[in-house]
Structure formats: C-alpha cells, structure tokens
C-alpha cells in the first residue's frame, strides 16, 4: 500500500497500535449523525470492537489511516476499485470532533484523488453523502466533486427522512477545480 504524504497529513496502511487511536477517539454523537447512525442507538465503543474495525481496514485493499501530528485521526478508503471501468467508490471519515472543518478533509480528499487519478489509472470516483452533512459537500466540492443525483429519502433519524447526495469527480476535471 503506498503512503501518500501532505503538509498535515499522512495516508498509510493500518497498524495494530491504531486500535487503541481509534478507541480513544470514541463514538462522537456529531459525527456518528454524519455517517446517518443515531446516537441514542449508537453503543460505546470498546477496544475490542475498535481492534476488529482496524483489523478490517488493514484487511481492505485499498484503504489508509490518516494520521495527523502522530496521532490516529480517521480513515479513507476506495471501495470497489475497477480497472476495467476505471471506476471507484471515496469513503472518508475522521473521529476525532475537534479537528473537523479545519482543512484536513480537503487534503485527504486531494490525496486520494491524485493516487487513483494517478497510479491507480482510474476516470471517475463516485461518493453518497447524507444532504444534512453540509461540510462534507463542502469538502467534497472543494475537490471537484460535483453532485450527479439525489436520493430523496433515503435515511429515517430522529422521526425524519433525508437525502442522499451522489457525487462524482473525474479524472479530466482534477487539478481545475
Ligand atoms: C467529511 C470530512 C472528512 C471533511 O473533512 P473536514 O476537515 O471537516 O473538511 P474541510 O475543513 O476540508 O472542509 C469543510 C468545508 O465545510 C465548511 N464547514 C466547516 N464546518 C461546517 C459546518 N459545521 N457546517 C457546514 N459547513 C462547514 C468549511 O468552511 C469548508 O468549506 P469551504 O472549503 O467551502 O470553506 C470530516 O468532516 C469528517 O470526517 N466528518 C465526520 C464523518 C463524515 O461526515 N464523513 C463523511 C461521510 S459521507
């Protein structure tokens, strides 16, 4: 897996030693809404749950822990990579509610984008993102995502339905935006 480096950032395979970063960090209510889970029904998270879910990361082939001043700060992942359609789906998620909306997202984003536009070859990424979850369309906007379809009603939280947003970037339009 190869390490993508930015001014703040580091994009690089898991370590076992990321189960007690991702512990530390918690199941933040903010930032569980944004993945569409409800907090109320959200459970803590324990180190063992914590180990298996970074176990998983390092199980998956194209996924990265971002670590940002040493410190485990989330993940990013390309889902379903396609070299024949030359396609991939973008996760991205950090868990630490403190360093949201700082600049980070936009510069994991770019990473991911110059790798798969890059070495991996491919055209087009695509993402779903719940309507609700604004700086994340922000980011993703700010990356050249541009929105291609929505979902009406596709979560219930909270008593109520939302949208999902699809969103693609293409290799053509990177480096424009
Ligand atoms: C999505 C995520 C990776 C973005 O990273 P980030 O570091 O927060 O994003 P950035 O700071 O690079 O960009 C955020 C943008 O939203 C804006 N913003 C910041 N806080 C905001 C808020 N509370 N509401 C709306 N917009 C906000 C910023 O001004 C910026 O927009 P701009 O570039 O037009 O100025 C990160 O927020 C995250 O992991 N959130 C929790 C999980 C999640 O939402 N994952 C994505 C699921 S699809």
Redesign the pocket.
Same mark, same amino acid.
Request: charge should be positive; aromatic fraction near 6%.
């Given at each position: 897996m190869t390490v993508l480096s930015g001014p703040s950032l580091t994009l690089r395979p898991p370590r076992d030693s990321d189960g007690e970063g991702r512990f530390a960090l918690g199941n933040d209510p903010e930032?569980m809404r944004?993945?569409g889970a409800d907090p109320k029904t959200v459970p803590p998270l324990t180190l063992e749950v914590a180990r298996d879910w970074i176990a998983r990361l390092a199980a998956h082939p194209n996924a990265w822990v971002v670590e940002h001043e040493g410190r485990f700060l $989330?993940e990013v992942r390309l889902d379903g990579v396609d070299r024949v359609a030359r396609r991939a789906r973008l996760?991205?998620?950090?868990y630490d509610a403190g360093?949201?909306?700082? $600049?980070? $997202?936009?510069?994991?984003v770019r990473l991911a984008l110059e790798h798969a536009f890059g070495p991996l070859g491919l055209e087009r990424l695509t993402?779903?993102?719940?309507a609700y979850?604004?700086?994340?369309i922000?980011?993703y906007a700010?990356c050249g995502f541009r929105e291609v379809h929505r979902e009406p009603a596709a979560v219930l939280l909270d008593g109520s339905w939302h949208d999902d947003v699809i969103m693609e970037a293409y290799s053509a339009a990177f480096g424009s935006s």
């Open positions: 930032i944004m993945f $989330g996760a991205i998620g950090f360093k949201l909306g700082r $600049g980070l $997202g936009r510069e994991a993402l779903r993102v719940l979850n604004e700086r994340a922000r980011c700010a």
